[in-house]
């Protein structure tokens, strides 16, 4: 399952160790700088920064890294065909002839499509690098301490919980079918996908009943309390990250009017 | 389908951010107000939200050959309502963003207001329309196919805003004619993975259900009526 691949990562890589607050905050300003880019350079050169990091300092294997990097960038290269087919304006690069339809590429649309394409590899390198490279243990606590509501915070934590248990028994619950010839056709998928559902369904439900009762014993009244903290980062560290952040900004301003195909 | 990571320009990203916020906001208030009288509500619906990811990591066989996979908030927002459903999709997205690397944290607003705000709507409409008047079995299978392809037709929706081109609603039939057509039989699988797991749990445990006020009394006699089968006294 893909879940528990990231998940033991994100548990052991060489960054683990590293505070989990200078984490986030690094990959959020560098994704927030990814997003406002005018130009294809900028991303480009983040999702550089945030491979080598990923795959160089933190030792993330490969053979599990570019499946997660290449499958969205799949659905991207998708986008950019079509983004220079429907969006029109600037030169016409390409004109195909099929039948009687014309279909033209522009250079407006493949530029377009570029950009989106370029802040999409950006944006999904610094996804990742947070995703493995940070525990979701550790961003329980950061949510705590942005002051997001505890009804949320606690309901994200136990569900956090709660994914992996299900996830268990559902690969179980496949198994035994798959035993029984329960993937044979498609009525029979049909069919054992809907008991599968059902019966999750019904012990996620038992599952959470009990855990209410044994909360109950330790004297849950609807709040769930935590006593660790994670403390702040050291200053000289936020301080490298906001002048690689500014240095970034800048150079998004300067190639603003940078484009591929002129 | 989540819109990717990085895909929306910055002013439709905030903006989906603060238009599926003011939802979310309400369905924790709500929760708040639940969890006054009824402690045992937040780890129902954790067990709930982690049967909702769960459930969009099955792989759906469809008609054309193409596999998909179940949303689930149509089931969602027929058990417990928009609002709440609202807040499980974000959380449900926000796992997906960081345990699969499925969609993403610039367009996280974007994907809980196609996902967790219009799509159950939709489902929620088509419920309350039908309640009553067909069995219920029949009334989720369509809410269900209403709030999967309400999810896609406002995907659709939010990547015409994004990038209208020349002509906006040239751009939008053409995104329409990608998703919300094609997602149209995977639309109906849905439904039909739905319609069978609630005829299970009707069947199994109509306990929960009738908990839940989603159904009447009357539609399970198997359960809430003493048959009568004689025997000893």
Sequence with gaps: ?262 | MHIMEGYLPPMWCAIWYILSGIVVGYGIIKINKLLKEMPEVKPLLAVAGAYMFVLSSLKLPSVTGSCSHPCGNGLSAVLFGVAITAVLATIVLLFQALLLAHGGLTTLGANIFSMGVMGPLAGVIVWKLLRGKVSSTIAVMLAAIASDWMTYVTTAIQLTLAFPGDDPVKTLITFLSIFAVTQIPLAIAEGLLTAIIWDKIKELRPDLLLKLGVIDESEVPHYTQVMETGGAE
């Design chain 1, 1 to 262: 399952m893909n879940a528990n691949i990231i998940d033991r990562i994100a548990h052991n890589n060489r960054l683990r160790h590293i505070n989990p607050k200078l984490k986030v905050f690094f990959a959020l300003s560098m994704l927030l700088i990814t997003v406002f880019s005018k130009s294809v350079i900028v991303p480009l050169i983040i999702a550089l920064i945030m491979i080598v990091l990923t795959v160089f300092v933190a030792k993330v294997p490969l053979r599990i890294y570019l499946p997660l990097l290449l499958a969205p960038l799949g659905f991207g290269v998708i986008t950019v065909i079509l983004m220079g087919i429907i969006y029109s304006g600037g030169k016409e690069l390409l004109s195909i002839k099929i039948f009687n339809f014309t279909i033209s590429i522009y250079s407006y649309g493949v530029n377009l499509g570029l950009l989106v394409f370029s802040r999409m590899l950006g944006g999904i390198a610094c996804t990742l690098f947070l995703a493995l490279t940070t525990p979701m243990t550790e961003l329980f606590y950061i949510l705590r301490d942005l002051k997001l509501p505890s009804t949320f915070v606690d309901i994200a934590m136990m569900m956090y919980r709660y994914i992996f248990l299900l996830l268990e028994e559902m690969i179980r619950i496949t198994n035994a079918q798959n035993t029984r010839l329960g993937y044979k056709d498609l009525k029979t998928t049909y069919k054992s996908l809907g008991t599968l559902g059902a019966i999750l369904f019904i012990r996620a439900w038992d599952r959470g009943e009990k855990a209410f009762i044994t909360m109950s014993c330790r004297g849950y009244n609807g709040d769930l309390k935590l006593i660790k903290k994670i403390e702040s980062p050291a200053i000289k560290y936020i301080l490298l990250i906001v002048i690689v952040d500014i240095l970034l900004i800048a150079l998004s301003y300067l190639t603003g009017d940078f484009k591929v195909i002129t």
